[in-house]
């Protein structure tokens, strides 16, 4: 890994923080991250308007119909946190608005694989509704939409992921990324974009009198903390608007005036919920939901989401559990790619482009985190496969694609597509992320066609594995008062990135701690002043000596120990 300094990209901005009397530090972090002043306003008040969002006139009246008819509404959802928190909201929120009839069902991935098939739409039509809405998923869903409509069923897509050249012939659309949208945030998630039709229909049944003393009208931010869970759970970009709804959902958590269920999986990690930061949502939550889609089923997630304490708790603790078992399985198929990676680079096979990965005994469900841990060793383009298990087709790989922002990773698998579209059964994702389908024996020549694809969409060049520093700290800085600073200029996330420091420090005290942490005592070289720090998963490295001196990269935290708040370095990467 290389250390590089992240510049200011615009020394106007930094000018226009500093008219502000903002501090230093600060105002060079928001220029850095091209943020203004007039844009750092995260009220309510500051969201984008959903007539901004094509098809949402279309939309709310037909949901505006199925509500004022009586009509049995079902949410069709995705099988990860997105999709857990939008059902949730879909479910939750529509209660709140006076709908008794209303239900969801999430596909189970290992039976049925993603979005809306044909498959789901039959076991939706049992269950009778009279709308079907898709959540987090249904803008490729071609086929299944057809059938849906051939058994009389209306539905209306609710959705972000991108689209492909053709759309479903839905009653209404809804998704920032379709054709013809020119919404100003095309990184909502898939709950954001759900949340945005409920604050659309609640304006329609507002006006037609729907509201009164025995149907009163709720406040809907009261469900922004599955928002803000879903939105960074689902690693969307977080421009302002998003940055909003995350911020005002972080506020709620730490009310306390949220899902008994979110305070359940926080309390169950040790995390404070009055203290709550996008990172407890991404980095506890989130796994902590994605864990039931990615070995069970995400309907045991989806019903922590919306349960009462109590019921809440217990069903925190099965997630728990079933997270603690995708971390094993997690660590035996890191290990696994670790040796395979090994292997590719001796025979000269890793190529320079995109690395695919695959071994017939890796979990299905567990291959996008895998996916993500070499993306982040190697800073390229990665797509870990496992075996599909689809009975009708026997011998095709299921594979999670992680990119670095060079690279839009699934506009990238559309160019091979184009080329050699038998090698490929379904695809579909992000820039950031995708997943797809191979045909049984296409993984060598999709490997080499992907591997050539990113080399031409980087120009050629090498990837280079570089972390991104805001400089360094002087000592006065390293502080409680800076890192409690930093804390409230959140949310940090994709887009808008964490502050991360550079500096040379000698170490005065090493040992390990928990399973493989190293935790330091280091000092400034030059003032001779000291600070705890803490280097996660990086004792397999060995410990450095007492006396030597390290260069680290690292972020300011506040640690709490027997009710005593001190600053601490979390240390990203150092070199020795």
């Not at 069709?76 to 969801?104: I, M």
């Not at 290990?335 to 017939?360: H, T």
């Amino acid at each position: 890994m290389e250390l590089a300094r992240r510049s200011v990209v615009d020394q106007s901005l930094l000018s226009q923080w500093q008219a502000t009397g903002t501090d230093e530090l600060l105002a060079g972090l928001y220029a850095a991250r091209g943020l203004s002043p007039a844009e750092s306003d995260l009220a309510l008040a500051g969201l984008l308007p959903p007539e901004g969002l094509k098809g949402i006139t279309r939309a709310t009246g037909i949901l505006t119909a199925a509500v004022q008819t009586g009509q049995r509404i079902l949410f069709v959802g995705d099988f990860d946190a997105d999709g857990a928190t939008s059902c949730a909201l879909g479910v939750l929120g529509l209660q709140a608005l006076g709908v008794a009839d209303v239900d969801y069902l999430v596909p189970n991935r290992f039976e049925y694989g993603y979005g809306l098939t044909p498959e789901i739409v039959a076991i939706a039509a049992a269950r009778q509704p009279g709308l079907l809405i898709t959540v987090d998923n249904g803008i490729s869903s071609i086929e299944g939409v057809a059938e849906a409509r051939r058994l009389g069923l209306r539905v209306l897509v609710t959705d972000h992921h991108l689209a492909g050249p053709e759309l479903p012939e839905a009653d209404a659309i809804l998704n920032p990324n379709q054709p013809g949208c020119e919404f100003g945030s095309k990184s909502l998630a898939g709950v954001g974009v759900l949340f945005y039709l409920l604050m659309s229909l609640r304006a329609a049944l507002r006006a037609s009198g729907w509201f009164g003393p025995g149907r009163p009208e709720p406040n809907l931010a009261a469900f922004l903390d599955l928002v803000a869970l879903g939105t960074v759970a689902d690693v969307a970009r977080l421009d302002r608007n998003n940055r909003i709804l995350v911020a005002q959902g972080l506020a709620r958590i730490r009310a306390q005036r949220c899902r008994p269920g979110v305070l359940a999986l926080l309390r169950l990690a040790n995390r404070a919920p009055e203290k709550a930061q996008a990172a407890d949502l991404g980095f506890v939550v989130g796994p902590r939901l994605n864990a039931a889609g990615r070995l069970d089923d995400i309907s045991l997630g989806v019903e922590c989401l919306m349960a009462p304490a109590g019921v809440a708790d217990e069903l925190a603790a099965e997630l728990d559990q079933l997270n603690r078992q995708r971390r094993q399985i997690g660590v035996e198929m890191e290990i696994d790619a670790r040796a395979e990676l090994d292997r590719l680079l001796a025979e000269g096979r890793l190529g320079e482009g995109a690395v695919c990965v695959y071994q017939p005994q890796w979990h299905q469900g567990i291959v996008g985190i895998l996916a993500s841990r070499i993306k982040e060793q190697l800073q390229r383009p990665v797509i870990a496969f496992a075996d599909a298990n689809i009975d009708n087709q026997p011998g095709c790989l299921k594979g999670s694609a992680r990119s670095v922002s060079a690279i839009h990773i699934r506009d990238a698998i559309e160019t091979v597509v184009s080329h050699r579209p038998e090698l490929v059964r379904t695809f579909g994702g992000h820039a950031m992320a995708a997943g797809l389908t191979l045909a049984p024996g296409a993984l060598p020549e999709f490997s080499e066609l992907l591997n050539q694809e990113v080399i031409r969409r980087n120009d050629g060049l090498p990837f280079r594995p570089i972390v991104l520093s805001d400089g360094p700290l002087r000592p006065e800085q390293i502080c409680l008062t800076v890192a409690q600073a930093l804390i409230a200029a959140g949310p940090w996330g994709i887009g808008f990135p964490e502050p991360l420091f550079e500096g040379r420090f000698v170490v005065r005290q090493v040992r390990v701690v928990g399973e493989n942490h190293l935790k330091m005592r280091l000092a400034d070289p030059a003032s001779g002043d000291e600070w705890d720090a803490i280097a996660f998963g990086q004792a397999d490295n060995g410990l450095p000596e007492r006396g030597s001196e390290l260069v680290v990269a690292y972020r300011l935290e506040v640690n709490e120990w027997q009710g005593r708040a001190s600053v601490q370095l979390n240390i990203s990467h150092l070199w020795r």
